[in-house]
Each structure stands twice: as structure tokens, then as C-alpha cells.
T-cell receptor, first 113, second 113 residues
Framework: GENVEQHPSTLSVQEGDSAVIKCTYS??????FPWYKQELGKRPQLIID?????GEKKDQRIAVTLNKTAKHFSLHITETQPEDSAVYFC????????????FGTGTRLLVSP | DGGITQSPKYLFRKEGQNVTLSCEQN?????MYWYRQDPGQGLRLIYY???????QKGDIAEGYSVSREKKESFPLTVTSAQKNPTAFYLC????????????FGPGTRLTVT
């Protein structure tokens, strides 16, 4: 089955710096890759996703890139702000029949003022 | 917080008691899921259901049971057989249509002493 690895497990940056979180997946048939943000004690919320027919997607300060050949995808946050501090999860799934999302283990991002 | 509701937000039980966590969604989603999250950890899948009256075990189903009698509802019972039930429990749902987004409920924090 699918396996998703996520790195780093923790990431500390200064406000205004960029942050990059990377994930690799094992199943080349996976074609949907979402990123979730979870603030302390809250539910995970989708912040951006990408499908395998595109290589990059941007939404204001966040972007996701996908390298299908290498089977990895990354979340990029520019001009980080303290409110970006949270745990970020990547995930992957196939679009054949019913498929479950397989999550990475999460990255705790701390943005210091 | 509309869409998926979980109740209660906090739940306390004595060891040896079964407890049922509620999950309701008004998104008309076909698929529903239960995840367990331990402090500083990722999301582990307990059970999932693609349609009414059907459900499958996830990665950590031992000590848990579910039912799916209605499309809107997917309750989780934590039984006395679950060795370490104290955790944060998240319910989620997805449409089996063209949107892949998985929506999460606000979670129930269960403490068993």
C-alpha cells in the first residue's frame, strides 16, 4: 500500500523567512496530494492541494510543488508569520475507485517573531 | 464549524467502561472516517465507511467498534478492550464525487482514568 514520509518533524524559522516541508510517497499511481494545517487542539484544515496533472500550485504565500518522477512533493510558505505556527500534514491518495488518504507524520512549524 | 460535528468536546470515563463518540455530518458525504491522534503524533485511521451499512477496519481497529446506520452519522465506540484509549479522536468525511477534500470534525478529547 501507499506510504508517505514527511520531513522535517520540526522546523523553526524567524518571522519573514521561508519554510519548506517535504514529503515522499511510494505508490506511483497516487495522484492527489493535499496539505493540512492543524493548530493546537483544533481540527486539521486543508490549506492547499495538488493533482498530478500539474507541477505547481500557488495560493498567496503558500505553494505546493510536485515531482512525479521522484515521487515527492513539497509545501513552501513564504514571508512566514507567527500565525503560521502549527502542525502541517501532507497526504496522498489514488483516484481509482474508493481510496483512503494516507497521511505523513506531520511537521511542527514554529515561527518566532 | 459547520459541516461535521462531534460531541462531546471533552469526555472523561473510568477504565473498564465503554464510551461512544458521536459524529454527524450534513455535507451529504458518502464516506466517513475515524482517526486517533496522540500528543505530538500523526493521524492514525481507526475505521472508515464508504456507504451506509458498510465499514472497514483501518490501521488500529482493535478495541473499537463503529456503525453506519445513517448516511449522516458514524458513531465510534471505544470499548474496554482498548488498552490506551486516552487520545484526541477526529471524525472526517469526503464526497465520493469529483471533490477529494476531506473535512474534519472539531474532535473529541477522551480521557480514561
Amino acid at each position: 500500500g501507499e506510504n508517505v514520509e514527511q520531513h522535517p518533524s520540526t522546523l523553526s524559522v524567524q518571522e519573514g523567512d521561508s519554510a519548506v516541508i517535504k514529503c515522499t510517497y511510494s505508490d506511483s499511481a497516487s495522484n492527489y496530494f493535499p496539505w493540512y494545517k492543524q493548530e493546537l487542539g483544533k481540527r486539521p484544515q486543508l490549506i492547499i492541494d495538488i493533482r498530478s496533472n500539474v507541477g505547481e500550485k500557488k495560493d498567496q504565500r503558500i505553494a505546493v510543488t510536485l515531482n512525479k518522477t521522484a515521487k515527492h512533493f513539497s509545501l513552501h510558505i513564504t514571508e512566514t508569520q507567527p500565525e503560521d505556527s502549527a502542525v502541517y500534514f501532507c497526504a496522498a491518495k489514488k483516484n481509482t475507485g474508493f481510496q483512503k488518504l494516507v497521511f505523513g507524520t506531520g511537521t511542527r512549524l514554529l515561527v518566532s517573531p | 464549524d459547520g459541516g461535521i460535528t462531534q460531541s462531546p468536546k471533552y469526555l472523561f470515563r473510568k477504565e473498564g467502561q465503554n464510551v461512544t463518540l458521536s459524529c454527524e455530518q450534513n455535507l451529504n458525504h458518502d464516506a466517513m472516517y475515524w482517526y486517533r491522534q496522540d500528543p505530538g503524533q500523526g493521524l492514525r485511521l481507526i475505521y472508515y465507511s464508504q456507504i451506509v451499512n458498510d465499514f472497514q477496519k483501518g490501521d488500529i481497529a482493535e478495541g473499537y467498534s463503529v456503525s453506519r446506520e445513517k448516511k449522516e452519522s458514524f458513531p465510534l465506540t471505544v470499548t474496554s478492550a482498548q488498552k490506551n484509549p486516552t487520545a484526541f479522536y477526529l471524525c472526517a468525511s469526503t464526497s465520493t464525487g469529483s471533490s477529494y477534500e476531506q473535512y474534519f470534525g472539531p474532535g473529541t478529547r477522551l480521557t480514561v482514568t
